[in-house]
């Protein structure tokens, strides 16, 4: 781990004090020696020498021991950096798990949605998809004498288009036709007709078309004409498919 400057200025100045202390320490101490040998008494500058001496060492010491906790805290700091660093990266990664069964969760969600959205529009094509329409009764052009009835005929019938919305994917397998009068009871399974089939003034025309109805959707249609001028028709249409 590099040092920082200040660090290594403190350890420096105090390597270089205590290093000269010592020197001077040497020094002192061979200077009184050899004065002792001498016999010359010791004076108080001399004796004072040395504390001034081990008291520069002291400082010398303190600054190096300052130095020292100084470099230690940097390790130690370094050491939280280090740990910090690797928590972070725990969590990133803790994060993009997270994320991962995230996007898997919501893709096994869609799956099964889809799924289930098939297997409704299947059913829904097995059995069918129904429209109906209420056609009037033929308004005549002459007006019929009393007690008669209107005189109407297929050129001024009423016309209508009876249409089943179904997906646009969807392949038409078979178009069911059905028509009563409105105020009868009769089953929708009573009253099936064929294309072109005459019902007593009325008829489904031979041919069924389709038309676009938005994106995901368009329409099975079936012409419907009603010339007759005593009662409404209802018109039925049952729409089976496949996707």
Request: aromatic fraction near 6%; charge should be positive.
């Amino acid at each position: 781990m590099s040092l920082s400057d200040p660090i290594m200025a403190a350890l420096i100045g105090a390597s270089a004090t205590v290093l000269a202390t010592l020197v001077q320490l040497r020094l002192s101490w061979r200077k009184e020696l050899k004065e002792r040998e001498r016999g010359q008494p010791i004076t108080r500058k001399t004796r004072r020498g040395p504390v001034i001496v081990v008291f520069a060492l002291m400082i010398a010491a303190a600054v190096g021991g300052f130095a020292l906790s100084e470099y230690f805290m940097s390790l130690r700091d370094g050491d939280r950096d280090t740990i910090r660093t690797e928590l972070q990266s725990k969590l990133s990664e803790i994060s993009a798990s997270a994320a991962r069964l995230e996007r898997a969760r919501l893709a096994e969600r869609d799956r099964v949605e889809f799924g289930i959205l098939r297997a409704e529009a299947l059913r829904r094509g097995e059995e069918g998809v129904a429209a109906s329409a209420l056609v009037g009764p033929c308004k005549a052009e002459k007006v019929a004498a009393p007690g008669s009835k209107p005189d109407c005929n297929e050129q001024s019938a009423v016309r209508v288009a009876v249409c089943a919305r179904v997906p646009t994917s969807a392949t038409v397998k078979e178009v069911l036709l059905y028509t009563r009068f409105e105020d009868t009871q009769q089953p929708w399974a009573d009253s099936r007709v064929q294309p072109g089939q005459d019902a007593g003034g009325a008829r489904f025309v031979e041919k069924a078309f389709e038309r676009p109805d938005g994106d995901v959707a368009k329409q099975v249609c079936q012409g419907f004409v009603n010339w007759s001028g005593e009662k409404a028709r209802l018109a039925r249409i049952l729409v089976r498919y496949a996707l």
